[in-house]
Nanobody
C-alpha cells in the first residue's frame, strides 16, 4: 500500500489549493487528511469513505472551506482548500485504513495504518 500526496505550495491568505492523495494497493477504504503545524498536535481535517465521498465529514475548523472529491480511475482523492488562512499552514498528510471508524475515532490518527509522506502548505 502506498499513499502519495502532492499539491502543497505557498499561497496568500484567501487563496486556494488542491491537494492530491494517490492511493495504490488499497481500495474501498477510509481515507483521512491530517495536518500538523510546527509545535502543534496533529489535527484531523476530513475523513472519507472512498466508495462514497459524499459522506465525507470535516473538522469544524475547515467546514465550509475544504471539500473532498475523487477520481476513481486514478484512485486519487483531492482536498480542495478555499479561503485559506495563515492558521491553515501545516504539513498535510493523507492516511488510509481498511475500515472506517465513527465518532471521535474517525479523525484519530492512531486508527490509520497507511500514511503518505506529507505535502507542505504555507499561507501568508
Amino acid at each position: 500500500v502506498q499513499l502519495v500526496e502532492s499539491g502543497g505550495s505557498s499561497v496568500q491568505a484567501g487563496g486556494s489549493l488542491r491537494l492530491s492523495c494517490a492511493l495504490s494497493g488499497i481500495t474501498g477504504c477510509c481515507v483521512a487528511w491530517f495536518r500538523q503545524a510546527p509545535g502543534k498536535e496533529r489535527e484531523g481535517v476530513s475523513v472519507s469513505w472512498t466508495l462514497d465521498v459524499s459522506t465525507t465529514t470535516y473538522a469544524d475548523s475547515v467546514k465550509g472551506r475544504f471539500s473532498v472529491s475523487q477520481d476513481d480511475a486514478k484512485n486519487t482523492l483531492y482536498l480542495q482548500m478555499n479561503s485559506l488562512q495563515p492558521e491553515d499552514t501545516a504539513m498535510y498528510y493523507c492516511a488510509a485504513a481498511e475500515e472506517c471508524y465513527g465518532g471521535s475515532y474517525a479523525l484519530d490518527g492512531r486508527k490509520y495504518t497507511y500514511w503518505g509522506q506529507g505535502t507542505q502548505v504555507t499561507v501568508s
